[in-house]
């Protein structure tokens, strides 16, 4: 048996959410895997037309590494402004993410060897918000088909000097609405940001063209996920690196 139906199923139901507004999600469209999931991936992005302008990658539960593409009309400069209908949300990370001087090919990669690919690393706030909904209510791999979740990504201040920081150790602070809420020293999941690059490129599994030069690519969260209900100010920084703004507005539905 083929996972061809719920696979196609799953590709408009997404299509049309990101058209008319977010969707419901079925049991019966879940992806057979993560192979799957890529497909979707590939697939909803040919629908729309859209451009890849970076990645989002990482590790899910079981320690298996995963990307998600960030589309490139998605990805704005702080400071930003976006809107939230009222009743809506959307999660907001705090995130290093590196913009790449070249291409990355999908292969067992040393970390020397992506370092010297990297242009710059920049200080980002990621917004999440799955279309069909996110986990534990939607399953990881329909999350994984849905571009990770990823609703957009504002980038802001950024260095080519990061390779004389410590990124295992970098501060990141937050702010919402000028409240103090993060104040860290590190924080990243697997300690080094560098290292779900070095994962996804060695798992090999790309349908959209893999990692390429101008690309910005996000490894994780230095901050605890910070669910938004209405309009809110997000301020953060990280030292050496800079700073980025975001302010959500609350809209009519």
């Given at each position: 048996m083929t996972d061809t139906l719920p696979h196609d199923a799953l590709v408009a139901r997404l299509v049309d959410a990101r058209r008319h507004g977010?969707?419901?999600?079925?049991?019966?469209?879940?992806?057979?895997?993560?192979?799957?999931?890529?497909?979707?991936?590939?697939?909803?992005?040919?629908?729309?037309?859209?451009?890849?302008?970076?990645?989002?990658?990482?590790?899910?539960?079981?320690?298996?590494?995963f990307a998600g593409p960030l589309y490139q009309a998605d990805i704005v400069r702080s400071p930003a402004t976006r809107p939230l209908a009222a009743?809506?949300?959307?999660?907001?990370?705090?995130?290093?993410?590196?913009?790449?001087?070249?291409?990355?090919?999908?292969?067992?990669?040393?970390?020397?060897?992506?370092?010297?690919?990297?242009?710059?690393?920049?200080?980002?706030?990621?917004?999440?918000?799955?279309?069909?909904?996110?986990?534990?209510?939607?399953?990881?791999?329909?999350?994984?088909?849905?571009?990770?979740?990823?609703?957009?990504?504002?980038?802001?201040?950024?260095?080519?000097?990061?390779?004389?920081?410590?990124?295992?150790?970098?501060?990141?602070?937050?702010?919402?609405?000028?409240?103090?809420?993060?104040?860290?020293?590190?924080?990243?999941?697997?300690?080094?940001?560098?290292?779900?690059?070095?994962?996804?490129?060695?798992?090999?599994?790309?349908?959209?063209?893999?990692?390429?030069?101008?690309?910005?690519?996000?490894?994780?969260?230095?901050?605890?996920?910070?669910?938004?209900?209405?309009?809110?100010?997000?301020?953060?920084?990280?030292?050496?690196?800079?700073?980025?703004?975001?302010?959500?507005?609350?809209?009519a539905a």
């Open positions: 977010t969707g419901r999600f079925e049991t019966a469209l879940a992806p057979a895997d993560a192979a799957a999931a890529m497909r979707v991936q590939q697939a909803v992005a040919q629908r729309l037309g859209a451009l890849v302008g970076g990645w989002k990658v990482g590790f899910g539960a079981d320690g298996v590494p009743g809506d949300h959307v999660i907001v990370e705090v995130e290093l993410a590196f913009r790449l001087a070249r291409d990355l090919p999908s292969r067992d990669t040393p970390r020397d060897e992506i370092v010297a690919a990297i242009d710059e690393a920049i200080v980002g706030i990621e917004l999440i918000r799955g279309r069909l909904g996110e986990p534990p209510a939607v399953p990881f791999l329909a999350w994984i088909a849905d571009n990770a979740g990823n609703a957009g990504y504002v980038t802001g201040g950024s260095t080519r000097d990061f390779r004389n920081l410590d990124l295992t150790r970098l501060r990141c602070r937050l702010a919402v609405d000028g409240k103090p809420v993060h104040d860290k020293v590190g924080g990243h999941p697997q300690g080094d940001p560098i290292e779900p690059i070095r994962a996804w490129l060695a798992r090999g599994d790309d349908t959209l063209g893999g990692l390429r030069a101008g690309h910005v690519v996000t490894t994780g969260s230095f901050t605890t996920p910070f669910r938004a209900e209405g309009a809110a100010r997000f301020e953060a920084s990280m030292d050496g690196i800079g700073e980025v703004r975001l302010e959500l507005e609350t809209r």
